[in-house]
């Protein structure tokens, strides 16, 4: 089945609202491990305003299925994941002050930057992945840096599935193929929710893993994070 990351960086953004310890992320991992998730991930920003670079430190012993970082690879990043060790490292064009991921990677113009990066990682035997718009080309670019992985952004399939276009979720299955025989394992996040995650995976080949946070959370809100975690699994079964 394809494996199901979820994201808590929201988490961290109502427990800093408070500035408290309330949710407590340690033990929300440890909970959404138990409920079923495959793999929690987490995206610090420079300037901290969800997940702090010390809670990368504090989850890394309790994350036991796998821990997937995300972040620009500016030094400090780089250095974190260095110190951290997880199992996969996920590569994503942030500007500073975004307020989310808004586009994937140019790796044609960024390939020597990337391979050098992702090289780094590899030698410490962390899995790398690069996130990615669905074209041909950028897929192509990112099998010339020595990446594991790529992670499709989706928010422009998610935008149309919720218009009624189905076809919208086309480019991702070419985009998928095209990886598969470059010989790249395929991710997906953004923007997929319960609505659409089904179709998603049901269309695009060889999916491995997605990795979902805000519609999880938002979700969890009214049904339960119990409930929504094995409602995902049930899904991408």
Not at 89 to 105: E, K, M, R
Not at 217 to 226: K, P, R, T
Request: hydrophobic share 40%.
């Amino acid at each position: 089945m394809v494996k199901l990351s979820v994201n808590i960086n929201k988490l961290a953004t109502l427990r800093n609202a408070r500035g408290s310890n309330m949710p407590d992320l340690v033990k929300s991992a440890r909970d959404i491990q138990v409920f079923g998730a495959h793999g929690i991930t987490i995206h610090p920003r420079p300037d901290e305003r969800h997940i702090r670079y010390s809670d990368a430190r504090e989850l890394r012993p309790v994350v036991h299925t796998e821990f997937n970082i995300e972040g620009n690879p500016e030094p400090r990043f780089t250095n974190l994941v260095l110190e951290v060790m997880p199992e996969q490292v996920t590569l994503v064009p942030d500007p500073p002050g975004a307020i989310t991921s808004n586009a994937g990677w140019d790796t044609v113009a960024h390939r020597d930057y990337l391979r050098e990066i992702i090289a780094v990682f590899r030698e410490k035997g962390i899995r790398t992945s690069i996130f990615v718009d669905p074209v041909i080309e950028m897929v192509e670019g990112a099998a010339q840096t020595g990446t594991d992985r790529i992670e499709l952004y989706t928010e422009d399939f998610a935008r149309g599935f919720a218009a009624g276009d189905r076809a919208s979720v086309e480019p991702y299955r070419l985009a998928a193929i095209r990886a598969t025989e470059l010989g790249l394992g395929i991710n997906a996040g953004h923007d997929l929710n319960l609505d659409n995650i089904r179709f998603f995976k049901e269309n695009v080949p060889g999916l491995l893993e997605v990795s979902i946070g805000h519609a999880l959370i938002c979700e969890a809100i009214y049904l339960g994070l119990d409930n929504v975690v094995n409602m995902y699994i049930q899904k991408l079964k």
